[in-house]
Antibody, heavy 125, light 106 residues
Framework: QVQLQESGPGLVKPSQTLSLTCTVS??????????WTWIRQPAGKGLEWIGH???????KYNPSLKSRVTISVDRSRNQFSLRLSSATAADTAVYYC?????????????????WGQGTVVTVSS | DIQMTQTPSSLTASVGDRVTITCQAS??????LNWYQQKPGKAPKVLIN???SLATGVPSRFSGGGSGTEFTFTISSLQPEDFALYYC????????FGGGTMIEIK
């Protein structure tokens, strides 16, 4: 079965770029019709969709973060990555990678059926 | 953005109780709504797809309903393992989540 695992620095300095990687095992980022997604959750708060990259390589981002976010895929390593520039304390959160199948009804993602365990990222000097 | 307003933000109940959570969308999202359960320190787990379809392996005491802008999530008889945080999620345009409902033991 497909499993996801986040990795990356747990501490990022303000104004620097937050970078995380999600390694996919038991499946391929290059096959099927899936949205490989990043979602975050500040401590004690709700969930925020950051963006996704589709199997084809197309990306879509949350408008509130769009100017700072890049999601990319490394097919040779079976990984996808998140870069969030100009980090501030407001970016401190648990970051999850997740997968959603393609939903024909909306021609886009639907439910997130597989999640990583999450990784804590703190933005602080 | 489509805003999702979830009520209540928390509730206290006993084992065996029937509980219902409501999620209101800021615009019509048809049935493009999912429900998740999240336990402390864990990732969310999808329980309900498309407003009312039970995800694979999810017990039948969980159910969902509604369409358009008003949705409900019900647990017919609370079990000890059901005390957790619950979120609704819309997928009409880009995914947005409700603020969450914590179900706590009375």
């Amino acid at each position: 079965q497909v499993q996801l695992q986040e990795s990356g620095p747990g501490l990022v300095k303000p104004s620097q770029t937050l970078s995380l990687t999600c390694t996919v095992s038991g499946g391929s980022v290059s096959s099927g019709s899936y949205y490989w997604t990043w979602i975050r959750q500040p401590a004690g708060k709700g969930l925020e969709w950051i963006g996704h990259i589709y199997t084809s390589g197309n990306t879509k981002y949350n408008p509130s973060l769009k100017s700072r976010v890049t999601i990319s895929v490394d097919r040779s390593r079976n990984q996808f990555s998140l870069r969030l520039s100009s980090a501030t304390a407001a970016d401190t959160a648990v970051y999850y990678c997740a997968r959603s199948p393609y939903y024909m009804s909306v021609a886009g993602p639907g439910a997130f059926d597989i999640w990583g365990q999450g990784t804590v990222v703190t933005v602080s000097s | 953005d489509i805003q999702m307003t979830q009520t209540p933000s928390s509730l206290t109940a006993s084992v065996g109780d029937r509980v219902t959570i409501t999620c209101q969308a800021s615009q019509d999202i048809r049935n493009y709504l999912n429900w998740y359960q999240q336990k402390p320190g864990k990732a969310p787990k999808v329980l309900i797809n498309d407003a009312s379809s039970l995800a694979t392996g999810v017990p039948s005491r969980f159910s969902g309903g509604g369409s358009g802008t008003e949705f409900t999530f019900t647990i017919s008889s609370l079990q000890p393992e059901d005390f957790a945080l619950y979120y609704c999620q819309n997928y009409r345009h880009f995914p947005t989540f409700g603020g969450g409902t914590m179900i706590e033991i009375k």
